[in-house]
Structures are given as C-alpha cells and as structure tokens.
C-alpha cells in the first residue's frame, strides 16, 4: 500500500474584505488547506478538486505544488475557478460569500490510499457531494477516512438535506472532527459532548471538537480527553481548523495507526495517545492562528512549538 494520502474537495481563491475594502487574494479551501498541511509536514498527498485552467486556477495548482501536493488528472475541468469572499470583522474572523461550482468526474487516478479524507463544501453540495461519498466507500476498503463538516451555512438551501448527508459521512468515517460552532448549527438543542458521544457511537473511532479559546476534546472508547488552547496572540482564524484537522492526521501518522489495516488499532487508542494526538493538533492549530491567513506550519514549525511547549 502506498503510504500517501488522497484529499477531496474544493480549492479556490479567498477574497479578503475588511471595512469594505479588499486586502488581497488568497488561495483557500478547507481540503486545499490539509492537503498542504499535511504536504509542508512531508507527507505525501494527492489532491483531486475542481479548479479552471485560468489564471487563478494555475495560481492554486502551483501553491499545492509549492508544497509538495500532487494535483490529481482531471482536476481542472471548471468554468471557471471557485471563489470566496471572506469579510473580516475586529476579531479577525470570517464570514463567507462563495461562487462555485462543485464536481467530480470519474475516479482519481492514484492507488489506494493510506488515509483519505474530505469536508466542508466538497461534502455537501450538489452535484460533486454524491460523487465525493462514492470515492470515500471505495477506497475505504485500503484508507483510514477522515472527515471535517466544516458547515458553511450561506451554501445551504436545504438544512434536513445537509445534515443527512452529514450524518451519513459521519457513520463512514473513521476520524471527525468538527467545531463547536457546526455541532451547534447541526443540533442547537444538544450540547457539543452529547453530540460528539451519539456520533462516536454510530462508527468513528475518534471524534474531536474545537472550541476556540475553551480549548477542544476528543471521544473514543476509551473516554474523553480535553485540551486547553495554547497561549498564542492571535492574528486570525482562517484555517484554524484545517490546521487542527491537519494536525490530528499527522499525529495518527506518526503513530501508525492509519490504513484500512490499522482500523482496529485505531478504534482502541488509549486516552495517553488520544491526548498527544489532540495535543498535537491543537499546537498545529495555534501556529497557524497567529500568522496571517491559512499559512499551516511546516515540520520544523512544529517541532519548535513541540519544544517551546
């Protein structure tokens, strides 16, 4: 089996706004952010979105590049490549306006993978959502599945319909992670820990939760385990979450407990491992919030937080 990942879903280009004026353009996508999380962190990944062959098109396919990203054949068959408009309030948090077109064809030309792993738009929008779920229950079979929800309301038309789709990813994957803002648009009524339990209950072997500044936790069979959020001056949130995501990937990595193989081992990792993985992933997830923008940390980066810590 070949020790890649595979990653699944939108890239495009965040248009930055704040007090009404435009700061830059930023290549952005909840997968486009792991897939180079975990590229800065030498692994090895294989993208597989839907970008244009125009210029911002050529801008992405040459960051994921940068970073050691292979762009999976048959990614650029858009109109035109997907945009978000990101407007920054005083906190540094981002609200989003989108224009994009979600779709895949055919299969990815890669072999099996040892994780795989998909999340926010490329999870629930119609057409390409259908085709991102068949790609998960293929490849299942080799890959250790990750999932990220990351919910972005001003896409949804249909909420019940979204958090089907939702559920159903969740009952498939193996990792999810969420934050406490989308397990709150999925269910107001219930708390994150309650939600998290049933969600762990229905298949993965781990499910963790962000929650900004209160820290995160994670549930497994073997019980829960929290963090605290780690002292940092925040510049922004933009990928937080794809950091923390990214951050959790590469901990199970390390500890060898990714691929379809490996899937009963996961299901039994202890609260020890459970907490160096959280630890890990809330530390990739500090260096990233005090940076400008989705910039995830390489190796080096996070082997001085590791020490600093």
């Known amino acids: 089996m070949t020790e890649r990942a595979l990653v699944i879903g939108e890239a495009l280009i965040d248009i930055v706004e704040h007090d009404g004026r435009v700061m830059g353009e930023h290549v952005g996508g909840s997968p486009l952010n792991v897939a180079v999380g975990l590229g800065r ?22 960051y994921i590049e940068s970073s050691g990203v292979q762009l999976v054949s048959g990614s650029r068959t858009a109109t035109r490549t997907p945009t978000a408009m990101a407007h920054l309030n005083e ?4 609200d989003y306006e989108f224009d994009i077109d979600w779709r895949l064809s055919g ?44 919910v972005r309301p001003a896409l949804i038309t249909e909420r019940g319909q979204a958090i089907a789709r939702i559920d159903r990813l969740v009952e498939k994957a193996d990792v999810v992670k969420a934050s406490d803002e ?11 820990e309650q939600i998290a339990t049933a969600w762990q209950a229905l298949g993965p072997s781990i499910v963790a939760v962000t929650m ?14 929290r963090v605290d959020a ?5 510049v922004d949130t933009v990928g937080a979450g794809d950091a923390f995501m990214t951050g ?16 009963r081992a996961l299901a039994r990792i202890d609260l020890a491992e459970l907490e160096y993985v959280l630890g890990e992933a809330s530390l990739a997830s500090a260096l990233t919030v005090a940076r400008a923008g989705a910039d ?6 996070l082997q001085r937080g590791q020490q600093s810590g």
């Open 41 to 62: 962190l030498g692994r090895g990944v294989d993208f597989l979105t839907h970008i244009a062959d125009d210029d911002r098109g050529h801008r992405i396919a040459e």
């Open 91 to 94: 906190a540094g948090a981002a």
């Open 107 to 150: 299969t990815a030309e890669v072999a099996p993978p040892l994780v795989a792993h998909t999340g926010s738009i490329a999870a629930f929008l119609d057409p390409g959502c259908l085709a991102t779920a068949a790609l998960l229950d293929a490849y299942r079979t080799a890959a250790t599945i990750t999932y990220d929800p990351n």
């Open 182 to 192: 989308d397990l709150h648009w999925i269910d107001p009524g219930r708390t994150p």
């Open 212 to 225: 900004g500044e209160r820290g995160a936790f994670a549930v497994s069979a073997a019980g829960v385990v």
């Open 230 to 234: 780690r002292p940092v001056q925040v």
């Open 248 to 263: 959790l990937i590469d901990a199970l990595w390390s500890l060898g407990l990714l691929g379809a193989e490996r899937r």
């Open 296 to 301: 995830l940390p390489d190796r080096a980066a």
